[in-house]
Structures are given as structure tokens and as C-alpha cells.
């Protein structure tokens, strides 16, 4: 076996690591901890606290240095809310965005149904209703995509309410953005307080509202707006003082084993063979970032690179883990979603565009087993790479499937062999790149 090939096969992680085990540690944290209504490992909540531990410990394993980063953020938190359609309360309705702040309290009006494009001029006063559309992602839905918040505000609705076409076979709660850019601030509104309240709901609850003649909704803030985030830092040194970040975020909503355990195991998985290999076979050295808060405007990564000027400037390339695997299921097809699902991947190759990573990519995805087909690829950031979009290199493979954002992001969403196979495409990649010497 020649060297190159040789090295390669080192770069594959031990057939003792567990990575979806490492993935279901912190789905189980999520789900022991349900006391907030967005539930999940949200930044800065207990549950997101025991999984930057459990984290450490995890890379502690592998790596010579490993740090927890504490850091504070603002950021609202909804404590608890209700809505009833003609006084029925609608199970799966949750707030949209759920970083919003909507005037609290109660708010009752008659309901006025409108096409996306239709004449919004009747939702004057009422709450407006939307029956949106859904490709893979709740992230692709038409609120989003057609400004309908904005819509319904100059309007004068008194709130705006839409649902998804989720499979009717189960019901379904979504944390949906409904905002363009990736990340819009309250600020935008006057007193940093949204007019209208926004609830997103599941294909059974919008039949229901569909047929009310009134909704009545409320809704209730925490008092506390300011927490405390962990980013967890592993730092693995190289043949110079050069370095790469390899970049996932711990924090989630619901379950979250797509989004993001499957990152979080894959970041493990490429650190173990990395560690393993001499130091002067790593042409640079490598931080391991797991990052807070970042549902919360990147507020993690925005903290890991004002936090010390100098590492940062060591960094030349970003590589995001996120959404790695997603495994098909019956319902899916039933529903009649895109398959395979892991062949929904868009590649974000930073806002300048990485050309070197473009030509690689159809036959390294083929390769590693992550896709069967070329990827959809952006000369775009995406995600907490917005905070140093321009600055550095960075990629990120993603996918973004219907459990995005959904309590059906659950374990046996994700394997063990994709996970392995997103862990063998970055290897493979960062091979190619010049960042180990083979």
C-alpha cells in the first residue's frame, strides 16, 4: 500500500469509537430536561451546560488540551404560551421566531384565511392565516420565503398564524424562522418589541383553525433575558503555528440528533484519527470548537473570536459541522419527501468561494459515501460562519431535512455509517487540502 493510502486508512476513526453512542449522550440530556416549552439544549439552559461537560469529556479523551469558554449573552426566553382556536387549544402551536419578543398577554380576534399573494388588506385587525408550503425544511417554508411577518404587520393584522404540511400520520412541533437574513434582531421594530405575535403549527392543528371563527393567543416572557453560554475548545498542535478550526454547535431544539448531535459525534470522529497521526504529518494545528448559543445569533462563535484576537489569527480555514446524517423513514416517503435524504445536501463554500473545494467535491462525496450525487453548492455562508464571513476560508457540507427544528429529530434519525462516512469525507478533504501531509 502506498503512503498516501497508507495515512489515509490511519485517518479513519477506531473501531471502538461509538459515534452515534457520542451522539446519544447529548440527545439524552436534551430529552431529561423538558422543563422549558422550547425544550431541547437550548443555549445557555441547564441541559446545553451538561452538554459542553459532557463534550470535554468527550474530546478529553483524545486531545492534550481541552477548555470550557464561559461567556454572557441577551436573548429572550418564552416561558410559557397558549392559543385556542373557537376556545379548542391547538397542541403543536409554538412561537415564530422563537427568539421573538411579541407583546405579552392576551390578544383575541376573528380569523381571516389569505393566500400568500392574496389581499392582505383583509387581515386588518384579525389574525391572518397561512397554509404554507414545505420542501425539506421547515427553514424553506412561504412565511419565510415571502416576508409574510412583514406582510402581516403593514397590514394591521392582529397576529399572523400558518401551518406546515407535515405528515398528518403524526403530530408535529417546529421551531420555524420566518425572517430573512439568517438572523433578524427585535431591534428592527420599535422598542426592540415585535407588533404582532407569530405561531407556526402542524398540517392537523391548521385544519382545525382553519375552520374557527376567532383565535385567542397569549404569551409570557422570562424575566431574565441575560445567560451564561459554554463554548467547549480543544486545541490539537501541528508541524506550524498555522491552524484550522473544525466547528459544531451543541446547543439544539427538542431532541436534536440530527441537529446537532450528529456534528457533535462527527467532531469527535475526525479529532481521534487526527490525534493519532504525528505531529508533523499535521501541516497546521487544529481547534475543535463546540460551540454555545448558537441559535441565540452565533452568539458562541461571535464570543470565541473577539475572546482572544491573536488565536483567531492563527486560523486560515473554518470547516462547519452540521445536520451530517439523516436517515430515511416510511413516513417520509409517504409524505413524499426528496430520497435519500442525505442526498439534500447544499456545499457553502464561504462568500468568496473556495475553488479548490468545488473541484473536489463530486468525486470526494462519492468517495466517502456522504452522497451519490453532486452536492447543490453556494458561494455563501451559512450559519455561525456569518460571524467571520469574508475573513477566512470556510465550508460547510449541510443538510437541512424535514426533522430540522422538529421534535421527530430523534436518534434513529442518524447512523453510525453516515456519520462515519461525513468523518471519512473530511478527512479525505483535509488531505487533499494540504492540511495533513500524505
Known amino acids: 500500500m502506498r503512503r498516501r493510502d497508507l495515512i489515509l486508512a490511519a485517518m479513519a476513526p477506531s473501531a471502538e469509537l461509538r459515534l452515534k453512542e457520542i451522539a446519544a449522550v447529548h440527545t439524552a440530556i436534551a430529552e431529561r430536561d423538558q422543563r422549558n416549552k422550547v425544550w431541547g439544549r437550548i443555549g445557555g439552559s441547564p441541559a446545553e451546560h451538561a452538554s459542553a461537560t459532557a463534550l470535554r469529556e468527550q474530546l478529553s479523551r483524545i486531545l492534550p488540551q481541552v477548555a470550557l469558554e464561559e461567556f454572557e449573552f441577551q436573548a429572550h426566553r418564552s416561558a410559557d404560551w397558549a ?18 419578543r411579541f407583546p405579552e398577554g392576551e390578544r383575541t380576534a376573528k380569523l381571516e384565511p389569505v393566500a400568500p399573494d392574496g389581499d392582505w388588506a383583509r387581515t386588518k385587525d384579525k389574525w391572518a ?14 412565511v419565510r420565503e415571502k416576508l409574510l411577518y412583514q406582510k402581516a404587520v403593514t397590514a394591521g393584522a392582529a397576529g399572523l398564524l400558518f ?6 400520520t403524526s403530530r408535529w412541533k417546529s421551531v420555524v424562522p420566518v425572517d430573512k437574513p439568517y438572523a433578524v434582531k427585535d431591534e428592527r421594530y420599535a422598542g426592540g418589541l415585535r407588533p404582532i405575535p407569530c405561531f407556526s403549527m402542524d398540517r392537523v392543528d391548521g385544519a382545525r383553525v382553519a375552520k374557527a ?8 416572557y422570562a424575566a431574565k433575558d441575560s445567560h451564561r453560554g459554554r463554548n467547549v475548545v480543544g486545541f490539537l498542535p501541528g508541524a506550524t503555528e498555522e491552524a484550522a478550526g ?3 454547535h451543541i446547543d439544539s431544539f427538542f431532541t436534536g440528533a440530527i441537529d446537532n448531535a450528529s456534528g457533535i459525534a462527527a467532531m469527535v470522529g475526525i479529532a481521534e484519527p487526527l490525534a493519532r497521526l504525528p505531529r508533523a504529518v499535521r501541516r497546521c494545528g487544529f481547534y475543535f470548537l463546540g460551540l454555545s448559543a448558537h441559535h441565540d445569533e452565533a452568539a458562541g462563535m461571535r464570543d470565541w473570536v473577539a475572546r482572544d484576537p491573536q488565536r483567531f489569527a492563527r486560523i486560515k480555514e473554518l470547516f462547519l459541522l452540521e445536520h451530517v ?3 430515511d423513514s416510511e413516513e417520509g416517503r409517504t409524505a413524499g419527501w426528496p430520497m435519500p435524504l442525505n442526498n439534500q445536501r447544499t456545499a457553502y463554500l464561504g462568500s468568496e468561494g473556495w475553488p479548490e473545494v468545488r473541484a473536489l467535491l463530486p468525486d470526494l462525496v462519492r468517495r466517502s459515501g456522504v452522497m451519490t450525487v453532486d452536492p447543490k453548492m453556494q458561494n455563501a455562508c451559512i450559519a455561525d460562519l456569518f460571524v467571520t464571513c469574508g475573513r477566512v476560508k470556510s465550508f460547510c457540507l449541510m ?6 427544528h422538529t421534535d421527530h429529530d430523534t436518534i434513529e434519525r442518524i447512523g453510525e455509517s453516515g456519520i462515519r462516512n461525513a468523518v471519512a469525507f ?10 495533513t501531509k500524505t
Open 163 to 168: 401551518a406546515l404540511p407535515t405528515p398528518a
Open 325 to 327: 446524517d439523516a436517515i
Open 129 to 142: 392565516f397561512v397554509q404554507s408550503n414545505l420542501t425539506t425544511s421547515t427553514a424553506f417554508n412561504i
Open 426 to 435: 473530511h478527512t479525505m478533504l483535509f488531505s487533499q487540502l494540504g492540511l
Open 246 to 248: 473544525i466547528m459544531c
Open 83 to 100: 392559543v385556542r382556536a373557537d376556545g379548542m387549544p391547538l397542541e403543536t402551536a409554538m412561537p415564530a421566531p422563537f427568539e421573538a
Open 399 to 404: 443538510n437541512a431535512p424535514p426533522y430540522y
Open 213 to 220: 371563527g376567532s383565535v385567542t393567543a397569549k404569551i409570557r
